[in-house]
Nanobody, 115 residues
Framework: QVQLVESGGGLVQAGGSLRLSCAAS????????MGWYRQAPGKQRELVAV???????NYADSVKGRFTISSGNAKNTVYLQMNSLKPEDPAIYYC?????????WGQGTQVTVSS
């Protein structure tokens, strides 16, 4: 079975940085895309960043210039480097993989930003 496990969340002050990691296991299918989503209290889940198999990245306008998505050497990991965190960034961040047309989600990792 496929599992995605996120790590790296926590509490940081505004202006600080975090690096989220997503480790995928049990993936034997072709990974089309991997990305990060987030869901803040009272808001819908939204795309933060996505990395395609062609190594093209896309970002939400709200995080452009601050967040960077990258993949590991084995293509079974994806990272989200978050810099200059703002008070509006707190959310549960979810890793998502699209593998041969099937969607897989991690359990989420909490990011909290204090002022």
């Amino acid at each position: 079975q496929v599992q995605l496990v996120e790590s790296g969340g926590g509490l940081v002050q505004a202006g600080g940085s975090l690096r989220l990691s997503c480790a995928a296991s049990g993936i034997k299918l072709s990974i089309d895309t991997m990305g990060w989503y987030r869901q803040a209290p009272g808001k819908q889940r939204e795309l933060v960043a996505v990395l395609t198999s062609g190594e093209r990245s896309n970002y939400a306008d709200s995080v452009k210039g601050r967040f960077t998505i990258s993949s590991g050497n084995a293509k079974n990991t994806v990272y989200l480097q978050m810099n200059s965190l703002k008070p509006e960034d707190p959310a549960i961040y979810y890793c998502k993989a699209l593998c041969d047309g099937l969607k897989y989600w991690g359990q989420g990792t909490q990011v909290t930003v204090s002022s």
